[in-house]
T-cell receptor
Framework: EAGVVQSPRYKIIEKKQPVAFWCNPISGHNTLYWYLQNLGQGPELLIRYENEEAVDDSQLPKDRFSAERLKGVDSTLKIQPAELGDSAVYLC?????????????FGPGTRLLVL | AQSVTQPDIHITVSEGASLELRCNYSYGATPYLFWYVQSPGQGLQLLLKYFSGDTLVQGIKGFEAEFKRSQSSFNLRKPSVHWSDAAEYFCAVGLSSNTGKLIFGQGTTLQVKP
């Protein structure tokens, strides 16, 4: 069974440029999560989708970040414009459901460097 | 507010020695507790989880963890560490049965000496 797929794995951009990250969850997983992981820290939830609906986006900085999951399968996270402080690893995870006991399966992440 | 504390940022143990990684949480209700491992350049992999029942939980790769409600702790243990266990370990708490939101600790980096 294929795991969570993310692309690109690495991205280097200049500040004020836009950037997008793509995630394809495990087949059949209805719930998709985007996390931000700063260096030396644990992941922090940015947004959670249940199918195509964003059910928790309270931690997403909506002035510059946006996300979509149009068909309830793969998802895109966008930053426009990027700032130096956005340099981090962006992790995608998926789970069968959204209950607290569901295991979340993580992708390898996209490492973003903003210059 | 809910929080997870991993007091040890970095731990070094010799191969074959025992290991204990500490995790303390702050949460008003019965928590769902998880331990994940992250190898360099890899995503997080679940080692084990606790929801209810037996407070000693067995996981993959020979790891176990014990939930102690009185101490608000969920420490991870392994009796004999292998060089391949070198990685970063994250403790996390799930906030409720109705949401998959996890709060992660800042992680503990494990180094294994030959």
């Amino acid at each position: 069974e294929a795991g969570v797929v993310q692309s690109p794995r690495y991205k280097i951009i200049e500040k004020k440029q836009p950037v997008a990250f793509w995630c394809n969850p495990i087949s059949g997983h209805n719930t998709l999560y985007w996390y931000l992981q700063n260096l030396g820290q644990g992941p922090e939830l940015l947004i959670r989708y249940e199918n195509e609906e964003a059910v928790d986006d309270s931690q997403l900085p909506k002035d510059r970040f946006s996300a979509e999951r149009l068909k309830g399968v793969d998802s895109t996270l966008k930053i426009q414009p990027a700032e130096l402080g956005d340099s981090a690893v962006y992790l995608c995870a998926s789970s069968l459901g959204d209950r607290g006991l569901e295991t979340q399966y993580f992708g390898p992440g996209t490492r973003l460097l903003v210059l | 507010a809910q929080s997870v504390t991993q007091p040890d940022i970095h731990i070094t143990v010799s191969e074959g020695a025992s290991l204990e990684l500490r995790c303390n949480y702050s949460y008003g209700a019965t928590p769902y507790l998880f331990w994940y491992v992250q190898s360099p350049g890899q995503g997080l992999q679940l080692l084990l989880k606790y929801f209810s029942g037996d407070t000693l939980v067995q996981g993959i790769k020979g790891f176990e963890a014990e939930f102690k409600r009185s101490q608000s702790s969920f420490n991870l243990r392994k009796p004999s560490v292998h060089w391949s266990d070198a990685a970063e370990y994250f403790c996390a708490v799930g906030l409720s049965s109705n949401t998959g939101k996890l709060i992660f600790g800042q992680g503990t980096t494990l180094q294994v000496k030959p």
